[in-house]
């Protein structure tokens, strides 16, 4: 009666895995051997790891990673295009949320850019970093309807909270000046207390023009907040006998992304 009884009052706390673990040493006579702060210590390991899995999948649930399967160990380096793997593998530590440092990620359709995005995703999710993954045209629909209903901060807020802001499709099409001020204002409120990686098709070099065709002082207002010091990971073919769609070498569905 008294083991149920703690039981009960463990589930009641919601110590759910310690009360299932308890139950276990409980039915185990071998247990009996076992000193009682080791029996403690090992409710308390089991109770621990299984708070921290629920996290890590609460964190990847809500990044939704356009491709939740992608892993930096899977990247392929020998398709025929320039990687720099040492530059890769340093990223993959998360050093650049620690220092509040962006990613550039530029290169044609079909290269892995998605991929490698939410690779770097996944590296943040296990390390306990609150991520978010969206499209552009996504978060400019999004914002501009929350201007029309009136919740902008609220909404802005669903993408200037987490530490690692995925922006896939990054100019894409060119923006407008009101889209460009939204953009600004995000960029703006996580510059230097968070991490955005910018997916494109488009080299750096190129995106004044996506931005109200460079002609706005917006686009200076932009740029500068999110290129300096930020990390460039430019994906260019250099075997073209090798150079296969990077859905081809994942194995991706077709209609998923670059």
Known sequence: MINQSTIDKLIEMRLTAMADAFRIQMNDSSMSEVSFEDRFGMLVDVEYTNRKNNRLKRLIKNA?????????AAIDYTSGRKLNKALITRLATCEYIVDYRNI??????????????????????????????VRLPDLLLDLQAARADGNFKTVLKKYTNPLLLIIDEWLLLKLTESEARDVFELIHK??????????????????????CDGENTLADAIMDRISYDSYKIEIESIDPGKDLSMREVYELDPMQSK
């Open 190 to 211: 996580r510059r230097k207390r968070s991490s955005t990686i910018f997916c494109s098709q488009y080299r750096e070099s190129e995106w004044y023009q996506q931005i």
């Open 64 to 72: 939704e990673l356009e491709q939740p399967d992608a892993s930096i």
């Open 104 to 133: 550039f990620i530029t290169g044609a359709t079909g290269s892995g850019k998605t991929y490698m995005a939410c690779a770097f995703g996944m590296e943040a999710c296990k390390q306990y970093y609150t991520v978010k993954y």
